[in-house]
């Protein structure tokens, strides 16, 4: 009885760590645009997100890049609002270096924690992001340089 218990444990636990261990990315058929809601990524990124990225940090105050830089190089990467969503999404659910398109400022602040949400409310934060026109930082030029 303890060995079948045992071999059914072992066996569980090598199906959850293998199952943990495999990341999915978001493809255009796993965004349900009629379920995303702009309202829902309004209040993440003006709750969460700015803690983070806020616009009205001084270069010397920023702890991570402000939105409107970070909405910049995945729209010059992006040819669609899905694309634009998808790239957000597979950084944002799982951030790593691989995907991260700041470099220099992963080198700079370091990359980002998981943030736990849910891959449709990342979806609805991407596409609030998107669809909006962010604060552009006081320091920041129209070429993304400091002033």
Known sequence: MIKKCLSCLIAVLLIGSYSCSQT???TSED??????NMHDGK??????????????AS???RIAPPLEIIK???????ETE???IIRMTNFVVHPS?????????????????PL???EQDIQSVAMYIYRTELEHPDWMNSENEPE
């Open 31 to 36: 965004i349900n645009f009629e379920a995303l």
């Open 72 to 78: 910049r190089n995945y729209l010059s990467i992006s």
């Open 24 to 26: 999915k990315k978001t």
């Open 82 to 84: 899905s694309e634009f």
């Open 116 to 118: 736990g949400y849910s």
């Open 43 to 56: 209040m993440i990124v003006e709750s969460v997100c700015v803690t983070c990225h806020d616009p009205d």
């Open 59 to 61: 270069v010397q105050d």
């Open 97 to 113: 270096p691989e995907e991260a398109m700041l470099h220099a400022d992963v080198d700079e602040f370091g990359l980002m924690d």
